[in-house]
Structures are given as structure tokens and as C-alpha cells.
């Protein structure tokens, strides 16, 4: 969508990640390996440096946000603009419990919840909230939380469940042996969350916003497997937007949703662009360009009204890969992979104007 963008300015990318062989970095036209397990400063130094030798015009962070929101003067120095949103808006959104407490205190609908760091406080919010028979869930309180959602689920297997699509999930004790395990091995436990299992189609609204939070734009789908639904469903667009308002989000930004008893409910809101982010282009308006171009010139360009009810399957596709793959410059050789941050270099014409116009 950046390259494929309505002002048809030549978009060169430059993307990082700790695994060399990601699929992503294939995608961009330079690529270098970036550093694991290291502190916000040391990894702050390296996003700095990489802008400054490669003279990035834009830096989009998918992760990491907390390392590098608060240094947006920083980036500045070294010519290139940070698209982040607030650091106080990144530290409280990067907490679900923060998220849910903030949430809730601006009146936008949050399911029931309990934080637990041990397995007394595990039984006893299990107890508490599956009390008249509901489901429950499990998941880390942080910033990514999909790898340890689990649905609790302490009945017999069956047939049918061996026929069905794995689901994630693990039996109370299970999980209260895990919590107990970790003490005595002396593990470090992280902050979970238990709250209801809500089964139906997650909702997941991509928003383009001012820097302060004013809505620009909030485009909601649908998702059910592989299909997506581009909604037009004006009560959950507003919530999101209530959102981005409340924390004063800036640029693109993700809320995801999910109905309990008949009303859509929070379950994160992000202050980055989501994953999916490239099936709004189905109707018709190109978010990470608005947001590109507001970034740089201090407004977005015209913005086409979205065309929803659009419904849109997601495949997979190959891609061959050069062997071997494509030059890094090795960091520390890390392997686990990650989100590819996105920088661009945008002409410098278009630059000019920018700074005329902005």
C-alpha cells in the first residue's frame, strides 16, 4: 500500500528483524538483522543508527514502541520522522489491565477480568468468573498475548473435539501446576489475565487519527477464519474511536473487539498498525499512505468514503526467496522473528513540499 500509493511517489523500504531468513525482509529492498534481547536503550541506538546511515525519511514501528515513542526528537536530529503515537499512551496500552482500568474509567464497554500471578489467585478468578457455568480464557496481560491465550477447559476430550480445529487450551490444574512449578524452580511469572471465553468473530478496526486523537478515519472488519467481513457497523467504529480520542492516539492504531451478551466489548487497543492492516484496501482508502502523508505534510490528502460490506477471503501464497538470503548486516545473529519495522525513503521533492506545506 505504500509503494501502490495515490501520489505515485517512488517508495524505497528498508526493513529490520532478528531472523535473517524472515519472509518480510524478502519484501523490502534493503534489509538488516536487528537485535534481541536487548534494553530499550541499546535497541533505541540501533534504530537510530540504521535511520542515520540509511538517511530514513520515515520510521514505522510495529514493536518496541516503548523504546522509541520518547524520542521522537531524537529521530528528528537525524532527518527522519517518527510515526508513534504519545509514551504515555504506549506504556498504558502496552498493559492489558492498564488498558481495561483507563478503558472502562472513559466509559467504553470492557469484559469482566482478574490479574493473577499465582496459582491461588489463578483457582480463585477461575471460580469467581465461571461461577453460572461461563468459559473461560487465560492469556498474558502484555503487549502480545496470542502465543499464551489458552481457553481453560477441565471436561472429558471427545471425538468430535479430535475432528474439530485444534483450539488452545488446558485444564485448570494444569495451569495452576505451571503457576506452582515456576515458584519452586524459580521462574519468573508474568502478570495473566483470567476473563470470560467470547467465542464469536473478533472485530478489529483500523484507525487513522491526528496527532492529540482526533479520528480521521476507522475502517471495522470481521474476522471468521479465513473470511473477513468489512463491516459497517457504526457502534463499534465508535467506541474505537472513543478510543483513539481518550488516549490521544496519532496516526494508525488497532482496536480489537468481541460481543459478550449482545454488546462489543474491548479486548486491546493498540497504538501501532495491525498486521492486517492491508485488507482495507478493499475499500478503497489507503491508511498507511493518509498516515505517511500526514506525517510528513501535516494532513492526508483526500480521503475517499470507505466501501464496506465487502466480504474478502485470506489466502496464502508462495514466494520464492533468493538463496542465500537477501545481504544483512549481522547484529548478533538472533533467530526468533519478529514484526519488520518499516522504514521508507520518500523523494525529496515530495520532502520539500512537506516542509513547505507542514
Not at 501502490?4 to 528483524?17: F, L
Request: charged share 20%; aromatic share 6%.
Amino acid at each position: 500500500m505504500l509503494r501502490d500509493n495515490p501520489d505515485a511517489v517512488g517508495v524505497h523500504i528498508y526493513g529490520t528483524n532478528v531472523d535473517r531468513d524472515a519472509p518480510a525482509l524478502a519484501a523490502c529492498d534493503v534489509a538488516e538483522v536487528e537485535p534481541r534481547h536487548v534494553g530499550d536503550d541499546e535497541y533505541a541506538a540501533f534504530a537510530l543508527d540504521f535511520c542515520l546511515r540509511h538517511r530514513i525519511d520515515v520510521l514505522v514501528p510495529p514493536r518496541r514502541l516503548a523504546a522509541l515513542a520518547g524520542r521522537v526528537a531524537e529521530f528528528a536530529a537525524v532527518g527522519t520522522r517518527l510515526m508513534v503515537s504519545p509514551l504515555a499512551a504506549v506504556e498504558v496500552l502496552t498493559s492489558k489491565t492498564r488498558t481495561y482500568e483507563a478503558a472502562r474509567a472513559a466509559g467504553v464497554p470492557v469484559p469482566p477480568w482478574r490479574s493473577v500471578r499465582d496459582a491461588a489467585g489463578f483457582r480463585a478468578a477461575v471460580a469467581e468468573l465461571s461461577s453460572g457455568g461461563e468459559k473461560v480464557c487465560l492469556k498474558p496481560a502484555g503487549e502480545y498475548s496470542a502465543f499464551g491465550f489458552r481457553v481453560l477447559d477441565d471436561g472429558p476430550l471427545r471425538i468430535r473435539d479430535l475432528l474439530a480445529p485444534p483450539v488452545p487450551q488446558a485444564s485448570v490444574a494444569a495451569v495452576a501446576d505451571a503457576f506452582e512449578r515456576a515458584v519452586d524452580e524459580g521462574d519468573p511469572v508474568p502478570e495473566f489475565l483470567v476473563m470470560p471465553y467470547l467465542d464469536g468473530p473478533e472485530i478489529s478496526v483500523d484507525c487513522l487519527s491526528a496527532p492529540g486523537g482526533r479520528p480521521l478515519a476507522a475502517i471495522a472488519r470481521s474476522k471468521a477464519g479465513r473470511y473477513r467481513l468489512l463491516l459497517d457497523d457504526p457502534e463499534v467504529t465508535a467506541i474505537a474511536r472513543r478510543l483513539v480520542e481518550h488516549f490521544g492516539l496519532a496516526y494508525l492504531s488497532n482496536v480489537q473487539l468481541r460481543h459478550l451478551e449482545g454488546r462489543p466489548v474491548l479486548l486491546e487497543a493498540n497504538p501501532r498498525a495491525s498486521a492486517g492492516i492491508f485488507q482495507t484496501a478493499f475499500t478503497g482508502v489507503n491508511l498507511p499512505w493518509a498516515a505517511v502523508r500526514l506525517l510528513l505534510r501535516g494532513e492526508t490528502g483526500p480521503l475517499a468514503e470507505p466501501r464496506l460490506g465487502a466480504r474478502i477471503a485470506v489466502t496464502e501464497s508462495a514466494t520464492q526467496v533468493d538463496a542465500p538470503a537477501p545481504a544483512l548486516t549481522s547484529v548478533d545473529g538472533g533467530l526468533a522473528a519478529v514484526p519488520v519495522p518499516v522504514a521508507a525513503a520518500v523523494p525529496p521533492p515530495y520532502l520539500e513540499e512537506a516542509a513547505a506545506v507542514g
